[in-house]
């Protein structure tokens, strides 16, 4: 199974920008569903943005739409996740993730998805 590995996180004041980073080893990311996933203190898990796996075209959250982008670079086997014009509300622990696309209906769902990299904790002062 594709191994993950998560970076990128930090302290950033609002306003600020951070990019996230994903590194797969053990597998070719190209061949899976890929997400991005947050989980802020005492709130459940939510989708962040990921790959449709219908059509493979981004898909973000409300809160985070016209801030962050989404990107795959298959060459470094690596997920990213820009992130701009942070706000405190961003605040968690960020989670790449990926699964086979035939298990994964919805990509924002974090149902289906089986690999999941370790974390990485993002925090944006006021």
């Known amino acids: 199974e594709v191994q993950l590995q998560a970076s990128g996180g930090g302290l950033v004041q609002s306003g600020g920008s951070l990019r996230l980073s994903c590194t797969a080893s053990d597998g070719s990311l190209d061949e899976y569903a890929l997400g991005w996933f947050r989980q802020a203190p005492g709130k459940e898990r939510e989708g962040v943005s990921c790959f449709s796996t219908i059509n493979n075209s981004p898909w973000y959250t409300d809160s985070v739409k016209g801030r962050f982008t989404i990107a795959s670079d298959n060459v470094k086997n690596t997920l990213h996740l820009q992130m701009n014009n942070l706000k405190p509300e961003d605040t968690a622990v960020y989670y790449c993730?990926?699964?086979?696309?035939?298990?994964?209906?919805?990509?924002?769902?974090?149902?289906?998805?089986?690999?999941w990299g370790q974390g990485t904790q993002v925090t944006v002062s006021s």
């Open positions: 993730a990926a699964g086979v696309r035939a298990e994964i209906r919805f990509c924002e769902w974090d149902m289906g998805y089986d690999n």
